[in-house]
């Protein structure tokens, strides 16, 4: 029986170790441009260029090849601790209007806040950009922004932003913008369905959040996906539907840096339980859906960025249920900030460091 036993232990660790390594046999990594500096965001043109946000306030246009030029045109920025340039989004009808959006914080020391401007894309230059969504809540801390987008099927345009971190009350409170998801028209202009349409907060989408930096919708089901930073612990994952509340700070599965208890509940009538959450936290960063071709075994799979384990979390759903949790990417040695999905069907990292970033292909491993 022992003997049995021994063989039948063996052959579950081997079957368990090849489960593990089998991600890691079907895939590449190639770098497409390197010394960048503390990027956050990419996106893909039509014609193969990316599109790349430093931090510090630059736009970089990165050729196929790799080769790398500054986009005139964009607007000052408020760089510091974690303010800077965010995201970078192109308009659904991008290849007929030329038209890009992108996320900062602006300001100064003593008032400050999440804004987005969208111009022209004409070369190496921004045209015409205009802002079109100033947060109205500003803050005298550079933290927690948010600064995530995600264009919606109806245009419609999402933004996420932050608790300013000493302002957590403000996430509960809706005639506040901040620890909120916004939304949009393409103009800045208010769509007419929002949840609420009072004046101070007819932008108001969802509240409730902390620091919310991963957007990104599930094509086949529709359903929009967004994780937030918890305090320590209590990273989340949720499922958006407008007007709901996701309970931060009343309800959360973290604690205060100090140790202290921010709340006592985990959960209250009218507040949304998060589909996954994370103890200890991961610091999640960029989040997509594949839905390409190249990887047919990941098709349906969420990647998220986790900033403290210099990975990437492929997640597994079923019916809106995490169904499997696996690290994927450790080999990069760096902190992910953004995880994207291209047309090409190709998985993108961008890596997060002063001088050192790294735009990263992920390509079917060559046979």
């Known amino acids: 029986m022992s003997n049995r036993y021994n063989v039948l232990r063996c052959l579950l660790s081997l079957l368990l170790f090849s489960s593990s390594q089998f991600s890691y046999s079907t895939y590449q990594l190639e770098d497409v441009a390197k010394n960048l500096n503390s990027p956050w965001s990419v996106t893909q043109l039509p014609n193969g260029d990316f599109l790349v946000t430093e931090k510090p306030g630059t736009l970089l246009r990165i050729s196929k090849t790799g080769e790398k030029k500054i986009v005139s045109g964009t607007p000052a920025t408020f760089f510091k601790s974690q303010g800077g340039f965010f995201d970078v989004q192109l308009h659904p009808n991008f290849e007929n209007n ?16 999440t804004a987005v401007i969208r111009g022209k894309l004409d070369g190496l230059q921004l045209l ?36 300013g971190f000493e ?14 998801v916004l939304r949009i028209n393409g103009d800045g202009s208010i769509p007419s369905n929002n949840p609420y349409q009072e004046t101070e907060s007819a932008k108001i989408w969802t509240y409730g959040h902390r620091n919310p930096q991963g957007l990104a919708l599930q094509k086949s089901t529709g359903t929009i996906y967004l994780h937030e930073h918890g305090p320590k612990g209590g990273d989340e994952l949720n499922i958006l539907t407008a007007g709901y509340n996701f309970g931060w700070p009343a309800i959360t599965y973290g604690i205060d840096y100090s140790g202290a208890i921010i709340s006592p509940f985990t959960e209250a ?3 949304e339980q998060p589909v996954h959450y994370w103890v200890p936290s991961i610091a999640p960063s960029g989040m997509a859906f594949y839905e390409g071709d190249q990887f047919p075994n990941w098709k349906g799979n969420l990647f998220i960025g986790a900033l403290v384990n210099k ?3 492929r997640l597994s759903i079923d019916q809106d249920k995490i169904v499997n949790e696996e690290p994927v990417f450790q080999e990069t040695g760096q902190r ?10 190709y998985i993108y990292l961008l890596t997060d460091s002063e001088e050192e970033g790294r735009l990263i292909r992920v390509k079917p491993k060559s046979l």
């Open 98 to 113: 030329q038209l890009i959006y992108l996320s900062f914080a602006e300001g100064n020391k003593e008032a400050n806040g």
């Open 128 to 163: 015409n950009a205009e802002t079109v969504l100033r947060v109205r809540t500003q803050k005298d801390t550079p933290a927690h922004y948010g600064g995530r987008m995600l264009f919606l099927p109806d245009g419609t345009l999402l933004i996420s932003t932050g608790d």
């Open 311 to 313: 990975e990437v979390r």
């Open 336 to 345: 992910i900030r953004d995880v994207r999905v291209f047309p090409d069907g």
């Open 269 to 271: 009538p009218g507040m």
């Open 167 to 180: 302002y957590r009350e403000a996430s509960q409170d809706i005639k506040s913008e901040l620890g909120k």
